[in-house]
């Protein structure tokens, strides 16, 4: 089945520092990608929508100066917090759908990033 | 408005019992699908079952079915013979329009507790 594969799966680093987090579909080309967040017993809250080739769609309220995001190829879009602040410790996660299928297609997720900024 | 409205913060279930968890959603839309996921505490999501808005029989998968009332705008998600495995977080999703490039937006979640 479909594989997303999230990189790194947790992060640990001191405030003012920039990290990036990559999400690859590992069997499968995937036009657009979708990056969430997700608090503690929350829902998760899409972030943005990231199209290969082109500039990221953020939702409202999302900085995107803050958080960079970047979809070079069709199996890898990047999502870099920029100089991180214990405010944006979360879990962020990625999800991918390939470009065939109908409307029946899920989108399958990465495993997660949990990012913890001291 | 919420698009997604899942009611129940937390349910309780003895292993082999059923359960219900409820989902109603708001749209304007035709063409919209609704999704299960399950999100143990790993932290994964895991796609349990799927309906899409044309669909007029319910999804079933495994011991997952759907309960499916669009008039009611409504999507609750059965789960048969509980497990102790089944313990984690549900969130209901829907994607309008129902196409490659629409986000998931997704409810608040329940968190489901299986006893022995």
């Known amino acids: 089945g479909a594989v997303v594969s999230q990189h790194p799966s947790r992060v640990i680093c001191k405030s003012g520092t920039s990290v990036k987090i990559e999400c690859r579909s590992l069997d499968f080309q995937a036009t657009t990608m979708f990056w969430y967040r997700q608090f503690p017993k929350q829902s998760l809250m899409l972030m943005a929508t990231?199209?290969?080739?082109?500039?990221?769609?953020?939702e409202q309220g999302v900085e995107k100066d803050k958080f960079l995001i970047n979809h070079a190829s069709l199996t890898l879009s990047t999502l870099t917090v920029t100089s991180a602040h214990p405010e944006d410790s979360s879990f962020y996660i990625c999800?991918?759908?390939?470009?065939?299928?109908?409307?029946?297609?899920?989108?399958?997720f990465g495993d997660g990033t949990r990012l913890s900024i001291l | 408005a919420q698009k997604i409205t899942q009611t129940q913060p937390g349910m309780f279930v003895q292993e082999k019992e059923a359960v219900t968890l409820d989902c109603t959603y708001d749209t304007s839309d035709q063409s919209y699908g609704l999704f299960w996921y399950k999100q143990p505490s790993s932290g994964e999501m895991i796609f349990l079952i799927y309906q899409g808005s044309y669909d007029e029989q319910n999804a079933t998968e495994g011991r997952y079915s759907l309960n499916f009332q669009k008039a009611r705008k409504s999507a609750n998600l059965v789960i048969s013979a509980s497990q102790l495995g089944d313990s984690a977080m549900y969130f209901c999703a829907m994607r309008e329009p129902n196409q490659a490039g629409t986000a998931l937006i997704f409810g608040k979640g329940t968190t489901l507790s299986v006893s022995s």
């Open positions: 990231s199209n290969e080739g082109s500039k990221a769609t953020y």
């Open positions: 999800s991918a759908r390939g470009t065939g299928g109908g409307g029946n297609q899920p989108q399958h």
